[in-house]
């Protein structure tokens, strides 16, 4: 059997239209495949954008908040350079006796005794006799370790004072500045 010219043509036309429309689904699947990949690497891509942005955000320090630490940094970096200050830490200690009503009769820098310290030059550890009830004495104690210029105890003696009743315990006390390695090494010591 022939097909004649317009049958022919006929049946091309509809196999070249059937052809496209097959293509054409073909190119509209392909096309959602794409894009639904690409979906999904967005969405990838947006989570680790959110995760990266919440660390950040936990690990950036605000403005107002940055103000106040650096305001801690030079308050701690002027601690360190008086604690360096005979005079000052003497002043420091002085002011702790009076506040916490002991009987102060003598503060004097002593030298240090260990061998090989770099810091031996400079007057860190510092003598207190001192006088007053058991109470006083401890709370001056802990004074010395919360003043301004901190100080921490290296020896202490107590005895009981001769002749003053109202301040029946008298304390030699040695103490010496207080700086962590961590102030030597930002450079603020």
């Not at 403005?63 to 970096?77: P, S, T, W």
């Not at 506040?99 to 770099?118: A, C, K, M, Q, Y």
């Not at 058991?134 to 901190?150: H, K, M, N, S, V």
Request: include cysteine.
């Amino acid at each position: 059997m022939k097909l004649d010219s317009v049958s022919r043509r006929t049946a091309m036309s509809f196999g070249i239209v059937a052809g496209l429309v097959v293509l054409g689904l073909v190119t509209l699947w392909w096309n959602r495949v794409q894009v639904a990949s690409m979906i999904a690497e967005m969405n990838a891509t947006s989570a680790q954008a959110m995760r990266a942005s919440s660390e950040l955000r936990e690990r950036c320090v605000p403005a107002d908040e940055r103000a106040r630490i650096a305001a801690l940094e030079k308050d701690m970096a002027d601690r360190f350079r008086d604690a360096k200050n005979p005079a000052l830490v003497v002043a420091g200690l002085s002011e702790t006796c009076r506040r916490f009503h002991t009987t102060v009769h003598e503060i004097v820098p002593v030298p240090s005794d260990r061998p090989g310290n770099p810091h031996a030059k400079a007057a860190r550890r510092y003598r207190l006799i001192v006088s007053g009830t058991y109470r006083q004495l401890a709370e001056l104690l802990d004074g010395c370790a919360t003043q301004r210029l901190p100080a921490r105890i290296i020896e202490l003696q107590i005895e009981p004072a001769a002749g003053d009743p109202a301040r029946p315990l008298r304390a030699q006390v040695i103490v010496e500045c207080f700086e962590p390695a961590i102030a030597r090494k930002a450079g603020a010591a």
